[in-house]
């Protein structure tokens, strides 16, 4: 049987998306007020979906206490009241939108994870805007 099991966090975090190679007055245009050069932040809500078989010795698929720990360690004291453009390294070089915050978390999580199980990361920016992501194995 395949199931699959989620855990829910959230973290706070500060952002200005803008493009360094764009006018002032484009990345106005593209990123309006979240172009804020001053930053702004956000509540955002994660939930981590781990997906394969159950293990017949454990009735897991995973032990929702390591995988609370790996969000933890790898996601929440990282990127908790952080400015995501200026304290996290994988954001010196990538606007950090929704949909790359995304990235990076899955980037940071799929290695700790045994390599039959798979990970779906969905993140909410507001209680309405949310990003889905799970790894370079999606149909486009």
């Known amino acids: 049987m395949i199931v699959t099991v989620s855990r829910k966090a959230h973290f706070n975090a500060a952002h200005r998306l803008f493009r360094p190679d764009w006018s002032e007055e484009k990345n106005n245009q593209v ?3 979240c172009n804020n050069p001053n930053f702004h932040g956000h509540n955002y809500e994660l939930i981590a979906s ?18 609370k720990d790996l969000i933890k360690s790898e996601i929440e ?3 908790d009241h952080k400015n995501l453009n200026l304290d996290v390294p994988e954001f010196e070089l990538l606007n950090p939108t ?13 290695p700790h994870l045994a390599q039959e199980l798979s990970l779906k990361i969905t993140l ?8 889905t992501y799970e ?3 999606q149909q486009a």
């Open 31 to 33: 990123f309006g007020k």
């Open 124 to 131: 909410y920016e507001t209680p309405r805007n949310f990003v």
């Open 77 to 79: 004291n990282a990127l």
């Open 135 to 137: 790894g370079l194995n």
């Open 98 to 110: 929704a949909e790359n915050i995304a990235v990076v978390i899955y980037n940071r999580l799929k």
């Open 50 to 67: 781990v997906t394969g078989p159950i293990d017949p010795d454990t009735g897991f698929v995973m032990d929702v206490k390591i995988l």
